[in-house]
């Protein structure tokens, strides 16, 4: 992956408005935060393979970290903390934030065919 | 001497950082080892030092890490196809019919797997179960001893001192060739110990400390 650039992220995003897409979601502390931490909790949420149409999307931040939103007829997703992105086999999507020893701390992905599963 | 070692864990991974020592000195005597591994590490966090993987590559990457690692330890692997961090999720009965399948065509007379609910991950603790209901639905004769592998901060003072300690510090170079056979998450996990061969020495000792012994717990199906 590579580091987000605004523009370009957002021609990407405008593609997938108004059409049926496949999103994945997630975002985690890994399994071991508490395990490191006594004081932490383990956090995650993870979506793979959501249908859903959105008619709006925009990209919004500065300096080291994104954050996305996608707003649909009856809701929104949105990520933040995104660091990272890339085109995978050209029509996958994928967004991603780092931490500074490279863990994915939350993804968005977006796709026309389905993530595998 | 054993016959056949299985050890059954859900990681690519798991079976380096737990058992790699204990798998060499047992490959030294000549004893097959077969590695069950539960799925492909698909939800790993760490991508990289620096990044090279991202969530849709990772899983073909880990796959690749496991069967190096596996070559290295010169150990048969089948991979059970499940999905990680959701193993805890899936019907256990159904895991556990299909593990005991397995054991009942290689018929190990030792399995290794984690020790549930004291193997912190979701993951291991569910595979570790599942493995236990396994063997536990195997008629009494045919059982293979299990060694289950318990990695809470806590878990000597709730299991008492593990009934298996095996010093592997003679077997240290071929664990860490092993763990770093898995490029996408050596480095996260291990931090500065990835240059085993050049450490110096403090660092060398905390790696034997941390790395260089193994320790299971007999599980009593009696209980």
């Given at each position: 992956?590579?580091?987000?650039?605004?523009?370009?992220?957002?021609?990407?995003?405008?593609?997938?408005?108004?059409?049926?897409?496949?999103?994945?979601?997630?975002?985690?502390?890994?399994?071991?935060?508490?395990?490191?931490?006594?004081?932490?909790?383990?956090?995650?949420?993870?979506?793979?393979?959501?249908?859903?149409t959105?008619?709006q999307?925009?990209?919004?931040?500065?300096?080291?970290a994104?954050?996305?939103?996608l707003?649909?007829?009856?809701?929104?997703?949105y990520?933040?903390?995104?660091?990272d992105?890339?085109?995978?086999?050209?029509?996958?999507?994928?967004?991603?934030?780092?931490?500074?020893?490279?863990?994915?701390?939350?993804a968005?992905?977006?796709?026309?065919?389905?993530?595998?599963? | 001497?054993?016959k056949?070692?299985?050890?059954?864990?859900?990681?690519?991974?798991?079976?380096?950082?737990?058992?790699?020592?204990?798998i060499?000195?047992?490959?030294?005597?000549?004893?097959?080892?077969?590695?069950?591994?539960?799925?492909?590490?698909?939800?790993?966090?760490?991508?990289?030092?620096?990044?090279?993987?991202?969530?849709?590559?990772?899983?073909e990457?880990?796959?690749?890490?496991?069967?190096?690692?596996?070559?290295?330890l010169?150990?048969?692997?089948?991979?059970?196809g499940?999905?990680d961090?959701?193993?805890?999720?899936?019907?256990?009965?159904?895991?556990?019919?299909?593990?005991?399948?397995?054991?009942?065509?290689?018929?190990?007379?030792?399995?290794?797997?984690?020790?549930p609910?004291?193997?912190?991950?979701?993951?291991?603790?569910?595979?570790g179960?599942?493995?236990?209901?396994?063997?536990?639905?195997?008629?009494?004769?045919?059982?293979?001893?299990?060694?289950?592998?318990?990695?809470?901060?806590?878990?000597?003072?709730?299991l008492?001192?593990?009934?298996?300690?095996n010093?592997i510090?003679?077997?240290?170079?071929?664990?860490?060739e092993?763990?770093?056979?898995h490029?996408?998450?050596?480095?996260?996990?291990?931090?500065?110990?990835?240059?085993?061969?050049?450490?110096?020495?403090?660092l060398?000792?905390?790696?034997?400390?941390?790395?260089?012994?193994?320790?299971?717990?007999?599980?009593?199906?009696?209980?």
């Amino acid at each position: 992956m590579k580091s987000i650039e605004m523009e370009k992220v957002q021609e990407q995003l405008d593609r997938f408005t108004n059409k049926a897409v496949y999103v994945h979601v997630e975002t985690t502390n890994g399994a071991y935060a508490s395990h490191f931490d006594d004081k932490a909790y383990n956090v995650g949420a993870y979506v793979r393979n959501a249908e859903v149409t959105f008619h709006q999307a925009k990209i919004v931040g500065s300096g080291n970290a994104y954050r996305v939103g996608l707003k649909m007829e009856k809701g929104w997703i949105y990520a933040e903390g995104l660091t990272d992105w890339v085109m995978q086999e050209e029509s996958k999507m994928l967004m991603a934030g780092h931490d500074r020893e490279g863990r994915l701390m939350v993804a968005l992905q977006i796709s026309e065919t389905p993530f595998s599963y | 001497m054993e016959k056949h070692v299985v050890v059954i864990y859900p990681h690519p991974d798991d079976e380096s950082f737990g058992a790699a020592g204990t798998i060499a000195k047992f490959r030294e005597q000549g004893v097959p080892v077969t590695y069950l591994c539960g799925t492909l590490g698909e939800m790993g966090r760490n991508m990289g030092s620096p990044t090279f993987a991202n969530r849709e590559t990772l899983p073909e990457i880990r796959k690749q890490e496991l069967l190096n690692a596996c070559k290295a330890l010169d150990i048969q692997v089948q991979m059970l196809g499940y999905r990680d961090k959701t193993i805890e999720y899936e019907n256990r009965s159904q895991i556990a019919d299909d593990l005991k399948a397995r054991l009942e065509e290689i018929k190990p007379s030792l399995v290794i797997t984690h020790y549930p609910p004291h193997a912190v991950h979701p993951d291991h603790n569910a595979m570790g179960a599942a493995a236990i209901e396994a063997v536990s639905l195997m008629e009494p004769e045919v059982r293979p001893t299990v060694w289950a592998q318990a990695i809470t901060n806590t878990y000597v003072e709730d299991l008492g001192k593990p009934h298996v300690i095996n010093d592997i510090r003679p077997y240290l170079d071929k664990k860490m060739e092993a763990i770093l056979c898995h490029t996408s998450q050596a480095s996260g996990i291990l931090g500065q110990l990835t240059d085993y061969e050049n450490l110096d020495k403090d660092l060398k000792e905390k790696a034997e400390k941390r790395l260089g012994y193994e320790q299971f717990y007999i599980w009593d199906f009696e209980k």
